[in-house]
Nanobody, 132 residues
Framework: QVQLVESGGGLVQAGDSLRLSCVAS????????LCWFRQAPGKDRQFVAS???????????EYPEAVKGRFTISRDNAKNTVYLQANSLKPEDTAIYYC??????????????????????WGQGIQVTVSS
């Protein structure tokens, strides 16, 4: 099994930045695609960003709001860690942020990176609250 633990969330003001981290352990392979989703109160869990195992392919949400340009996903395979740098935060970014890993996809070939079903292990989530 793969265990994922997020950190770095908290309460910030609009315009601030945060860097979320997620450390993987257990039967985790550095070739696994990793991603971030988020879930706001009363809404479905939504895709935010994904990154391939080698780290050279990244994807960002374009709906309901484009995050590319404000958010950057990266990974350090030596540390089994994926990051989400979130800049210029807005109140609508308030959500629980989850990282997830795919046991089936490395992300080097096309796959449904936006689909929760593509990922097999999930972290517990971490709260990010952006005040106006």
């Amino acid at each position: 099994q793969v265990q994922l633990v997020e950190s770095g969330g908290g309460l910030v003001q609009a315009g601030d930045s945060l860097r979320l981290s997620c450390v993987a352990s257990g039967r985790f392979g550095s070739s696994s695609a990793l991603c971030w989703f988020r879930q706001a109160p009363g809404k479905d869990r939504q895709f935010v960003a994904s990154i391939s195992g080698p780290g050279f392919r990244t994807y960002y949400a374009e709906y309901p709001e484009a995050v590319k340009g404000r958010f950057t996903i990266s990974r350090d395979n030596a540390k089994n860690t994926v990051y989400l740098q979130a800049n210029s935060l807005k109140p609508e970014d308030t959500a629980i942020y989850y990282c997830a890993a795919s046991a089936r996809y490395s992300g080097t070939l096309d796959y449904s990176y936006w689909d929760r079903a593509s990922y097999d292990a999930w972290g517990q989530g971490i709260q990010v609250t952006v005040s106006s």
